[in-house]
């Protein structure tokens, strides 16, 4: 089982000046948080989602997030939380969204399942289009990859438009 434990969020976000969308998780798996990188385990269909998005195959992702203007990050800063699971989140601290935000080119903010959105909704105030995504988690069995990748597309319009 479990414990249950206090963790600051452990690693810094992906972004650049060109970044045009925001992607948000809510916290840091066990497995991203011992390999200091978002959505690293390999049950989580996050990464072949947007490779898939894209049309490319799997490559080095900070380079991928820049390349296609993506900015990653999660909502939470600090918590309280059991191994991975979102449903145990407790005594939130959020992370500097808006101020990640200033003085950027990101036009739209995606949130990636449940938790991340309501988190999201409840503690950030900002006025970019805020689009709440399905998980890509593996527990989330019942949206297959091609459903995945057709919800995630609208993120491909964002980062494809031209000013």
């Given at each position: 089982?479990?414990?249950?434990?206090?963790v600051?969020?452990?690693?810094a976000?992906?972004?650049?000046?060109?970044?045009?969308?925001?992607?948000?998780?809510?916290?840091?798996?066990?497995?991203?948080?011992?390999?200091?990188?978002?959505?690293?385990?390999p049950?989580?269909?996050?990464?072949?989602?947007?490779f898939?998005?894209?049309e490319?195959?799997?490559?080095?992702?900070?380079?991928?997030?820049?390349?296609?203007?993506?900015?990653?990050?999660?909502?939470?800063?600090?918590?309280?939380?059991?191994?991975?699971?979102?449903?145990?989140?407790?005594d939130?601290?959020?992370?500097?969204?808006?101020?990640?935000?200033?003085d950027?080119?990101?036009?739209?903010?995606?949130?990636?399942?449940?938790?991340?959105?309501?988190?999201?909704?409840?503690?950030?105030?900002?006025?970019?289009?805020?689009?709440a995504?399905?998980?890509?988690?593996?527990?989330?069995?019942?949206?297959k990859?091609?459903?995945?990748?057709?919800a995630?597309?609208?993120?491909?319009?964002?980062c494809?438009?031209?000013?």
């Amino acid at each position: 089982m479990a414990e249950t434990q206090k963790v600051v969020h452990p690693f810094a976000p992906i972004v650049d000046a060109h970044s045009r969308v925001l992607i948000l998780g809510s916290f840091p798996s066990v497995i991203s948080r011992q390999q200091s990188f978002y959505y690293a385990n390999p049950h989580n269909r996050f990464w072949p989602v947007l490779f898939a998005l894209f049309e490319e195959e799997p490559c080095e992702r900070t380079e991928f997030c820049h390349r296609h203007h993506i900015a990653l990050w999660d909502v939470i800063h600090s918590c309280t939380i059991t191994g991975s699971s979102d449903a145990s989140i407790k005594d939130v601290k959020v992370n500097d969204i808006n101020g990640l935000l200033k003085d950027s080119e990101v036009r739209a903010v995606f949130t990636t399942g449940t938790r991340a959105s309501s988190l999201y909704e409840k503690y950030i105030d900002c006025k970019l289009v805020h689009i709440a995504l399905p998980s890509t988690s593996s527990a989330n069995a019942r949206m297959k990859m091609d459903d995945l990748v057709n919800a995630y597309r609208i993120i491909r319009e964002y980062c494809d438009e031209k000013d």
